[in-house]
């Protein structure tokens, strides 16, 4: 019998494991994963819309949540794209995983000036977003942190290394040159 409850234990923790495990292809290195970011938050500064918008789906995608969050506006602001208020309320919806005052200004927005029903459809919407592009898919920490000078804390949510050096992505194939 305690054989057989050593056997039953060892499957169910190697099973937890396994569903938690990433592969290599899902890896990617963290000085490569910054450089991408960086040239994609430099398109949208510099007003390349039409450029900055797929490089930083990718990222928001990844669950980086200053790209969620400009992906969202520019989706409500048409910048780069036609406006889409399913789009923006979806990306806000996972931007906001991280708490910011400033970002729940245009979600408050949407949700104030759209009818109810519309809302209710484009939560759905939302949700699965959350769902595969929020903090527990896409395998970030979140936090309150105080910042230097401020003594109210700031909730912050971030990649976690997966593997010493490397972060974990949902769409490794992501090439600089696209």
């Not at 494991?17 to 963290?30: G, K, P, T």
């Not at 995608?61 to 979806?90: E, H, P």
Request: glycine share 4%; aromatic share 10%; net charge positive.
């Amino acid at each position: 019998m305690k054989k057989f409850i050593t056997t039953v234990c060892a499957i169910v923790l190697t099973s937890s494991f396994a569903s938690h495990a990433v592969s290599n292809e899902e890896l990617m290195d963290i000085d490569t994963y910054k450089a991408h970011l960086k040239e994609a938050m430099e398109l949208y500064q510099s007003s390349d819309y039409d450029k900055a918008l797929p490089k930083l789906e990718v990222f928001a995608q990844r669950g980086d949540k200053t790209s969620q969050y400009i992906v969202g506006t520019m989706y409500l602001n048409s910048q780069g794209t036609d406006q889409d208020l399913a789009k923006s309320y979806a990306w806000l919806t996972v931007a906001n995983e991280q708490k910011s005052s400033q970002w729940k200004k245009p979600l408050q927005m949407l949700n104030d000036k759209l009818p109810q029903d519309y809302i209710k459809s484009v939560s759905f919407e939302a949700e699965k977003y959350v769902d595969l592009y929020g903090v527990k898919a896409q395998q970030m920490k979140c936090r309150t942190k105080k910042l230097l000078g401020s003594k109210k804390g700031t909730h912050l949510c971030q990649k976690s290394e997966i593997k010493p050096g490397y972060y974990y992505v949902s769409n490794p194939t992501y090439l600089v040159s696209k």
